[in-house]
Nanobody
Framework: QVQFVESGGGLVQPGGSLRLSCAASGSISGIWPMGWYRQAPGKQRELVASITSGSTTTYVDSVKGRFTISRDNAKNSVFLQMNSLKPEDTAVYYC?????????WGQGTQVTVSS
């Protein structure tokens, strides 16, 4: 079993910044891909950013140049630095860990961008 501790969400004005953090623990042996998804009300969950064990990153087009994903392998942690936030970034953000047997999800953290 895998557990997550997510933090860093909140309310921010357009143009502001937030940093999301996620620490995974439990039955994890090795270094595996991690990422962040988000789900806005009435919309499907979408992959925002991912990072491989070798720190290769991918981003959805809508956040390129504004968001940066990083990881700390020693702590099984992943981070998402979000800059120049827009109202359309408002969503619940979920941390994810992809193990060979299955994909695990964090509990989610709310990000609201509003003036």
């Amino acid at each position: 079993q895998v557990q997550f501790v997510e933090s860093g969400g909140g309310l921010v004005q357009p143009g502001g910044s937030l940093r999301l953090s996620c620490a995974a623990s439990g039955s994890i042996s090795g270094i595996w891909p991690m990422g962040w998804y988000r789900q806005a009300p009435g919309k499907q969950r979408e992959l925002v950013a991912s990072i491989t064990s070798g720190s290769t990153t991918t981003y959805v087009d809508s956040v390129k140049g504004r968001f940066t994903i990083s990881r700390d392998n020693a702590k099984n942690s992943v981070f998402l630095q979000m800059n120049s936030l827009k109202p359309e970034d408002t969503a619940v953000y979920y941390c994810t860990l992809l193990l060979p047997i299955r994909q695990y999800w964090g509990q989610g953290t709310q990000v609201t961008v509003s003036s």
